[in-house]
T-cell receptor, first 115, second 111 residues
Framework: EAGVVQSPRYKIIEKKQPVAFWCNPI?????LYWYLQNLGQGPELLIR????????DSQLPKDRFSAERLKGVDSTLKIQPAELGDSAVYLC?????????????FGPGTRLTVL | QKEVEQNSGPLSVPEGAIASLNCTYS??????FFWYRQYSGKSPELIMF??SNGDKEDGRFTAQLNKASQYVSLLIRDSQPSDSATYLC???????????WGAGTKLIIKP
């Protein structure tokens, strides 16, 4: 079974440029998460989807970040414009459903560097 | 937002010894507790989860939960150099089971 797929793996851009990340979750997983992880920190949730619906986007900086999961499968996270402080690893994870004992499976992440 | 606290380490343990990792949380309503392992440059992967008070064993790993004292720990027996990684504690909270993550403890197993 294929795991969570993310692309690109690495991205270097100049500040004020746009950038987009793509994620394809494990087949059959209804819940999809986008996290941001800084060095030496735990993942920080940006947005969580249950199928097509964003059920928790309270931590998403909506002035510059947007996300979509149009058909309830793959998802795109966009930053426009990027700032220096956005440099981090962006992780996508998926799970079968958003219950309390649900295991989240992570993709390899996208390492973003903003110059 | 309720917090999850871990000692950042590094925690250095001789090979073959028991490594003990601890995590405290502030929300008494927390439902489930997860330990993830993250190798340098890699993504987190689940080691164990626990939701009832007491111990849960899986091979060399034992998770211990004490809800009254609001802490959860992970014991690794017969530590191996391959266990060297950062261990992340995550706690599910709230009606939507949001996962709150600690910052992780870096574990180093010395041969």
């Amino acid at each position: 079974e294929a795991g969570v797929v993310q692309s690109p793996r690495y991205k270097i851009i100049e500040k004020k440029q746009p950038v987009a990340f793509w994620c394809n979750p494990i087949s059959g997983h209804n819940t999809l998460y986008w996290y941001l992880q800084n060095l030496g920190q735990g993942p920080e949730l940006l947005i969580r989807y249950e199928n097509e619906e964003a059920v928790d986007d309270s931590q998403l900086p909506k002035d510059r970040f947007s996300a979509e999961r149009l058909k309830g499968v793959d998802s795109t996270l966009k930053i426009q414009p990027a700032e220096l402080g956005d440099s981090a690893v962006y992780l996508c994870a998926s799970s079968l459903g958003g219950t309390s004992g649900d295991e989240q499976f992570f993709g390899p992440g996208t390492r973003l560097t903003v110059l | 937002q309720k917090e999850v606290e871990q000692n950042s380490g590094p925690l250095s343990v001789p090979e073959g010894a028991i490594a003990s990792l601890n995590c405290t949380y502030s929300d008494r309503g927390s439902q489930s507790f997860f330990w993830y392992r993250q190798y340098s440059g890699k993504s987190p992967e689940l080691i164990m989860f626990i939701y009832s008070n007491g111990d849960k064993e899986d091979g060399r790993f034992t998770a211990q939960l004490n809800k009254a004292s609001q802490y959860v720990s992970l014991l690794i027996r017969d530590s191996q150099p391959s266990d060297s990684a950062t261990y992340l504690c995550a706690v599910s909270q709230g009606s939507n089971y949001q996962l709150i993550w600690g910052a992780g403890t870096k574990l180093i197993i010395k041969p």
